[in-house]
Structure formats: structure tokens, C-alpha cells
């Protein structure tokens, strides 16, 4: 279920899977339509959903974005015994409420941000005084990736709690949680499990600006690789046992079992790694780099997952860096120009692969369909190896009213340099 850069990795990964018999995808898109019979389905019609996976003996349904998740795809999936993918409505509120994640990190132990959970403007204003700016501010519900706002001044925070309140996010702002800010390099951690059983299943780093130098307006990632190295194995261990570990248990004991991919948003502070957000789907683009490593049969793996059968150590993943290179409609992260032309040359001849994130067939031929339009994705032995086959391959782009970053990966090829990234 799902139509973007995510889905057209998940899929071409499922096309793979030797378990597999035929792969629908609901809406798909172009891309994924190579991989998949795409079917129109409104993933919140959950009736329908449910009778198109009866008609057609659906074995597994894996939900792509958190927004039918939260809404509880899973939960009516599994009203009719068909295994799906993703966690129920209840443990989906590990992204769907920050206060509830807070709150059970609280419970847990889990290293994060103090932090207060806030149902007015007023009493969200007084709370300010118990924080120094940059003051972290965010509506509790989802906001399509844009309910946080980091203000640097009180009064700047003061605007934002009345935005907030005042509906800009609609009903995902009638709570606001405010956070201690944190300081050090973000990474994603990503782990799969079955509500019992935890998988490590990789790292990666998202650059979230639009601009170069990780500058300007925030969007969904405008690039992504993995693994991310500065998540080193003793990292990895801590992130296991001191946040992954802790919310599967609590969430099983406190009678919400979360089963899915469970993606942890990460600090890394100079006193370890601590819980900036979960999320309760892949990564988009995170996804795509995860993908182009991923060795095992993708299908098998969340059947085991869906079933509650989740067994084994951990999951085959190349060793090689993959980078991707999100190309976007100029415009993007405002409104993005639809319809321009696309044309994709022998981009992936050598042996790069371009993900449909926003395309659509208009007249025959591939055009732009979304902000996030392409994300051209290679592999190397190095990070530096990695961007420089991923650039190569959106040379052969043809996508005149797109643009793109041309330094995705840039704090680690400075590392491999034997340089310090400067921000
Ligand atoms: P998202 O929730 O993905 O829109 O991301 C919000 C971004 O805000 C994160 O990726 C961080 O860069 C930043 N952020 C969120 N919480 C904190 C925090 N407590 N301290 C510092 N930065 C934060
Ligand atoms: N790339 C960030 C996200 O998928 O939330």
C-alpha cells in the first residue's frame, strides 16, 4: 500500500523475494507498476481493502506510510485474519502522539529530551520557563513532517504555541509537547520486530534541508545513505538495549505490541545516543538505501513479522554504502511544478537504480507528479564511492524542471577525507 520512493523500493525488493507469488500495489505508481499489478485502492476504505485481499487471496499486505497505520489499516487487516505488515492503531501512536512516546519513554527509562506535554496555549506558554532556547516545539499529531519548529527566541516560540493552537495543524496540534533541544549529529536507526522477538535491520542519515550544507526549508529528505557510520556497532548495541529494546518490551507488557518496522530518530549527544521520534514505518528515502543492501527474501521476513514468527539474529545486508539522490520539482518543498517532462537515458547502467517517488504517465510519456519526483540510488565501497555512482547516474537525467542537492553524503565524505564536517 502506498505510492512513493518508499513503496517502488519495498516492491522492487518484494519483486525479488523468492517466497513470492504476485505482487499487487495499491496505487503504485509508474515505477512500482514495473514491479507490481497496480490496483486503485483507497488505503482508508478499509472495507475495500479487506475485500480486494479476499477476492484475490491476499497472503500479506505491507502498509508503506504511517498515515493508515495510525488510522488503523492493520488493525482491520487483522479483524478479517489477513497478515499485514505494520503496527495496530495503538502501537502506531508511537508516531502518532509524541506526548505517547514520550510519555513511555518516561515510563521505560529510555534516554531523551526532558520534556511537558502541553493542552493549551497558555499553559504551554508558562511551561516555556521551565526551558532555555532554542526552544523544540511540537503539535502532537501528525503534520505530514512539519509539526516541529525549533524557535530560537521566546517571542519566536510565543508565535509558534499561537499558530499551533490557533489550527495550523488542525486537530494534530491541540496538544503541544515542548523538549529540552539536544545537541549532536542525527542518525536513523531502524529495527524490525514482531512484538517479542527484535531485529537490527540498519542504519542511515537523511538530509532533511533543501538547500546545500544541510540549509534551509525542512523536507521530507532530500538524500539518504546507509550505512551511516557513525552509528558504530557499540552505538548500534546501546541504541538496542538502552531504546528498542525497552519500548518493545513496555509495549508488549503494556498490552500494545508493536509489530512492523520501528524507526528511531536519533541524537547522538555526547552522553550517547537518545530518542528523538519514532516513526512506525521506513524511512522515505531511508527506505531506498536499506533496499539496495537488503539480501534476504523481504517478503519471507515480514510474513515471519506479521505472524509473530520472527526468528534469528539478524538480516542479510551487503556491506557496500547505498546513496541516494532525491531529484525534486523546482518548487519542492513549497508547491512543486507538476507535469514536467522526465526522461531517464541509461541512468541505471551501471547498475544504479532510479525509485519513482512523484511520476505519472501523462501521453505515453513519464512526467512529474509530486514534490519528490526521482530518487537515484547506487552503491559503492565508500560513502565517496557511493555519491560519486549516484551522481553519475543523475547526470543521465533528463528532468529540466527538477533540481537536486549535489552534496548528499558530504559530513562522510569529508570523514573519509580525514576531515571534521563543519555545519
Ligand atoms: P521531524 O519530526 O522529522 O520533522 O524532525 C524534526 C527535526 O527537528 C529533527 O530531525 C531534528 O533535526 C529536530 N529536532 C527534533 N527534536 C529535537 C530536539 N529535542 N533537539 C534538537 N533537535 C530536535
Ligand atoms: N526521511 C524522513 C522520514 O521518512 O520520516
Redesign the pocket.
Known amino acids: 500500500m502506498g505510492s512513493g520512493g518508499r513503496e517502488h523500493a519495498l516492491a522492487w525488493k518484494l519483486a525479488q523475494s523468492p517466497s513470492l507469488g504476485k505482487l499487487f500495489a495499491a496505487p503504485g505508481n509508474p515505477g512500482i507498476a514495473e514491479e507490481a499489478e497496480c490496483v486503485s485502492l483507497d488505503a482508508s476504505d478499509h472495507g475495500a481493502v479487506v475485500s480486494f485481499c479476499r477476492s484475490h487471496e491476499i497472503a500479506l499486505v505491507v502498509i508503506g506510510p504511517e498515515a493508515p497505520l495510525v488510522d488503523g489499516l492493520a488493525d482491520s487487516l487483522a479483524a478479517a485474519d489477513i497478515p499485514a505488515f505494520g503496527p495496530s492503531k495503538a502501537a502506531a501512536q508511537l508516531e502518532g502522539s509524541k506526548g505517547f512516546t514520550k510519555d513511555l519513554c518516561a515510563r521505560a527509562e529510555i534516554p531523551t529530551?526532558g520534556y511537558v506535554r502541553t493542552h493549551s496555549r497558555d499553559e504551554a506558554v508558562a511551561a516555556l520557563d521551565g526551558f532555555s532556547a532554542p526552544f523544540?516545539l511540537k503539535a502532537d499529531g501528525l503534520a505530514a513532517?512539519k509539526g516541529?519548529v525549533?524557535s530560537p527566541t521566546r517571542e519566536h516560540a510565543e508565535a509558534t504555541l499561537s499558530d499551533m493552537f490557533g489550527g495550523q495543524f488542525g486537530s494534530a496540534g491541540a496538544q503541544v509537547v515542548i523538549?529540552?533541544?539536544?545537541e549532536g549529529e542525527?542518525a536513523s536507526f531502524f529495527a524490525i520486530t514482531d512484538g517479542t522477538h527484535v531485529i537490527p535491520l540498519g542504519t542511515a542519515q537523511d538530509h532533511?534541508q533543501v538547500g546545500e550544507g544541510d540549509k534551509g526549508a525542512?523536507t521530507g529528505g532530500m538524500g539518504a545513505y546507509s550505512p551511516a557510520p557513525v552509528l558504530t556497532e557499540a552505538l548500534q548495541q546501546r541504541v538496542m538495549d538502552e531504546i528498542i529494546r525497552p519500548t518493545v518490551d513496555t509495549m508488549r507488557s503494556e498490552g500494545m505490541p508493536y509489530s512492523g518496522v520501528l524507526y528511531a530518530?536519533l541524537?547522538l549527544t555526547a552522553t550517547g545516543p537518545q530518542l528523538?521520534?519514532y516513526n512506525c514505518r521506513f524511512g522515505d528515502p531511508e527506505c531506498q538505501v536499506l533496499m539496495m543492501r537488503y539480501q534476504g527474501d523481504l517478503a519471507a521476513m515480514m510474513l515471519a513479522c506479521a505472524k509473530g514468527e520472527l526468528e534469528g539474529a539478524g538480516a542479510a545486508f551487503a556491506q557496500e554504502t547505498a546513496l541516494t539522490v532525491v531529484m525534486a520539482a523546482k518548487g519542492y518543498p513549497g508547491t512543486p511544478q507538476k507535469g514536467g517532462a522526465i526522461a531517464l537515458g541509461d541512468a541505471e547502467a551501471n547498475g544504479a537504480k532510479v525509485f519513482h517517488a512523484g511520476t505519472a504517465i501523462k501521453d505515453g510519456s513519464l512526467v512529474a507528479n509530486g514534490g519528490r519526483v526521482l530518487n537515484v540510488t547506487a552503491t559503492g565501497a565508500s560513502v565517496t564511492e557511493a555519491q560519486k555512482a549516484a551522481y553519475d547516474a543523475v547526470a543521465k537525467v533528463d528532468f529540466a524542471s527538477g533540481f537536486y542537492r549535489s552534496d548528499i553524503g558530504w559530513k562522510e565524505v569529508a570523514r573519509e577525507k580525514g576531515d571534521t564536517p563543519q555545519n
Open positions: 529530551g523544540v513532517g516541529v525549533i523538549e529540552e533541544f539536544l542525527e532533511k525542512n530518530g541524537m528523538i521520534e
